[in-house]
């Protein structure tokens, strides 16, 4: 049997944590489950330890260091080639482990690779909100060269959705560097993209997790949405960088206003209404440096935030990726 590691950091997550562990503890996979505590002041520790399992390491970070440094001391640590890293939050479906493996076997080019997943609340309760994936999904391949991961990502954003869906090579972690430690809200997005210009991007097709979608989640609202839009502007160059033999500047700019841009556009109104001018002040400066910040607050204004007109991932990804042939004669 082939072996991975899954690493799994947590910082006060009692509330979930037990059931997490026992849905990867039921995998049929050869696996270490490595929990990784970031100081947690919680039962999280009891729970970790209580398991009984030889399949499970506990340790606790010598300090606070957040989801992305912790992820990266699991990484430093993990002794197998396939690292699956996981959420005290979330659930493994049966085989889920097993589908990530086979899949590793039949594309051992695949640096990164991510599944489907069904979407669950607080209560553990499916809700079907992963059907706002499906246009993203059905244009997905199982294997996306650079170019290819380059225009799913600016269509549809972050294509895993969360980390819990993804595995990665350790080899492939460890050549790009790893995952960016000085911010806080786009590392993960940040990673995807720096290792898709490297390694193919692999896709599970299959739902193997339950994602859970609660008010206590990394980036909720608030200061933390004006921290994603400064994150995220490092993103946007690169991306307008790699897709700039196919995707004129006027195209890359005029799909960014009426998806990416107006969505900061509509976080800066929110901070208004609640009076945190603060923020929106913050915010606005660094939707001026994406470039047409006036453009983007008066698409966001007519369009009713896009309620009554932008254009769509789908129809932009369909329009623009027959100019990838180019790029595999």
Known sequence: MRRMTVILPVYNGANYLASSVKSVLAQEEDFEL??????????????????????????????????????????????????????????????????????????????????????????????????????????????????????????FGCLPGNVSTVMLRRDAWEKVGGFLEGIQQAPDYEMWIRLSQSFPVGFIRHKLIELRD????????????????????????????????????PEFLRYWRHHRGRQHVHWIVRSVLRGDTKNAARGWRTVRSYGQAYSQLLFWLISGNGRFWTQSGAGFFDSKAPALDRFHP
């Open 214 to 249: 609660h008010p206590l989640q990394l980036g909720k609202a608030g200061q933390k949405q004006m921290t994603t839009t400064e994150e995220e502007l490092p993103i946007f160059h690169e991306l307008q960088r790699r897709l700039e033999p196919f995707v004129s500047k």
């Open 34 to 155: 490595h929990i990784l505590d970031d100081g947690s002041t919680d039962d999280s520790p009891h729970i970790a330890q209580a398991t009984g399992d030889s399949r499970v390491r506990y340790s606790r970070n010598a300090g606070r260091f957040g989801l992305f440094k912790t992820l990266n001391r699991g990484f430093t640590e993990a002794r197998t080639s396939l690292v699956r890293i996981w959420a005290h939050d979330d659930l493994m479906l049966p085989r889920s482990l097993s589908g990530f493996a086979d899949f590793a076997d039949e594309h051992p080019e695949a640096g990164m690779v991510y599944c489907d997943f069904f979407s669950v609340d607080s209560a553990g309760n499916r809700t079907g909100h992963e059907r706002l994936f499906d246009p993203q999904r059905l244009r997905t391949p199982a294997i996306a060269g650079p170019e290819l991961s380059a225009l799913l990502f600016f269509c």
